[in-house]
């Protein structure tokens, strides 16, 4: 009876053991599948995050080209009025050599 006990002992620990052998399997794989889902998961929810962040600088981009353009703009008006107030106000009188021409010319007594 003892051989017959020590077998049935045997045989339970046996199919245990290889009952915990398959679920470690199954619970390894399944973990693996649910590691590989989740990646998939975090690379698509990184993709959308980069997508709206190339958004957000392509408008921050486009601002500042604009600003830099309206600048460029106002410099360039700044410049033409800086200018025309140069020939009208600072150069207005025309240099003449006084030698060279004839004074009663310049002062109209003729």
Known sequence: MG???DFLV???????GSD???ADGFNL??????????A???RIKKAE????????????????RRQARIKRE???????????IEDKVVNKGEAVATLSTN???IHGNY
């Open 103 to 105: 004074l009663v010319d």
């Open 74 to 84: 106002k410099d360039k008006q700044l410049l033409k009025f800086k200018n025309e």
């Open 40 to 42: 998939k998961y975090d």
């Open 29 to 38: 794989t399944k973990d693996s599948h649910k590691a590989v889902i989740q």
């Open 3 to 5: 051989q017959v006990m």
């Open 10 to 16: 045997e045989d339970k620990i046996t199919t245990t």
């Open 20 to 22: 915990a052998v398959v």
């Open 49 to 64: 995050e980069d997508r709206v962040e190339a958004i957000r600088q392509n408008e921050i981009r486009k601002e500042n």
